[in-house]
């Protein structure tokens, strides 16, 4: 009886300290498009190193006012990352994407080109510095808030790029008389969209095909696999129901599910592994080797 006390206080010890095997790189990534030099982490699951093997690639975007390390440093398990990179046998790449980018080309400012970034250089430098599929078949998107958006975006203009697309508590709208936030901070994301963009359009639609719900049509088109949730309690509540009616109402498939939980980091921290179960079965669709 002594004995088996031991070895069950022992086990109750040991199972805290668990150490996963991914590993994290910090790359630092030229953008010609930008000229300037941009981080990115790297989460490398285990059994990369030693072999042969090409892994899939999540490109994982973070929020606005945010920084490549977010989801490595924000979410209240910091081992996130690597336990789902060595859980589906797959590299996970945080870019930096400025704090308010909001991932597109600029036609305003010079040095805020994020699809260009994204779609291409990124890939680029990610597919030349590690063993990845480097097929669209093998290569997901996604993205929380203003990654969220950024993720959508990007696979809605290079659907030839991604497997799949998803967004957590996605800015799926960004007229910001849709969000329900303070006036002081809905001016200064306005004021933002103004200086990278430009005026804005008279009407519900400012700044059109610059926002996921005016390209429902081009998701449909597409026929990309899409995954997106929001918390019950998040201020962008309304832009991710809009696009999910819009969806359909057009007939395009896709994953739309509300949970409890607001914009927080403990709701991104549970939506992920959601998100991550949708793109295994896109990857092991598309005969890309995972568990």
Not at 65 to 81: A, C, I, M
Not at 112 to 127: A, G, M
Not at 152 to 173: C, E, K, Q, T, W
Request: aromatic fraction near 10%; include cysteine.
């Amino acid at each position: 009886m002594f004995l088996s006390r031991l070895l069950l206080l022992a086990t109750i010890c040991i199972l805290p300290f668990r150490v996963f095997s991914a590993t994290v790189d910090t790359l630092d990534v030229p953008s010609a498009s930008m000229n300037r030099t941009l981080r990115a982490a790297v989460v490398v699951p285990d059994g990369y190193k030693g072999g042969q093997q090409a892994f899939p690639v999540l490109y994982l975007l973070h929020g606005g006012t945010g920084n490549f390390r977010d989801w490595l440093s924000k979410t209240p398990d910091k081992t996130l990352l690597h336990r789902l990179a060595d859980q589906y046998k797959l590299i996970i790449v945080t870019p930096d994407g400025d704090p308010t980018s909001y991932y597109f080309d600029s036609p305003q400012v010079k040095t805020s080109q994020f699809e260009t970034f994204i779609s291409r250089e990124l890939i680029d430098r990610i597919d030349k510095a590690y063993r990845t599929v480097r097929d669209r078949k093998g290569r997901l998107i996604a993205g929380l808030s203003m990654g969220g958006h950024g993720a959508m975006f990007i696979a809605s203009r290079h659907p030839d790029l991604y497997a799949a697309a998803g967004s957590m508590s996605g800015v799926m709208n960004i007229n910001t008389a849709t969000w329900k936030v303070p006036a002081e901070f809905a001016k200064s994301r306005a004021d933002n969209f103004t200086r990278l963009l430009g005026p804005p359009q008279t009407g519900d639609d400012p700044y059109p095909g610059y926002t996921m719900v005016t390209l429902a049509d081009k998701l449909k088109a597409n026929n990309l696999p899409l995954i997106f949730d929001i918390g019950v309690d998040d201020f962008l509540i309304e832009t991710n129901r809009d696009l999910h009616r819009q969806l359909l109402a057009n007939g395009t498939p896709h994953d739309y599910t509300e949970r409890p939980g607001a914009h927080t980091w403990e709701y991104w921290e549970n939506a992920l592994p959601y998100q991550l179960l949708f793109f295994s079965k896109i990857l092991k669709a598309n005969a890309v080797n995972v568990p």
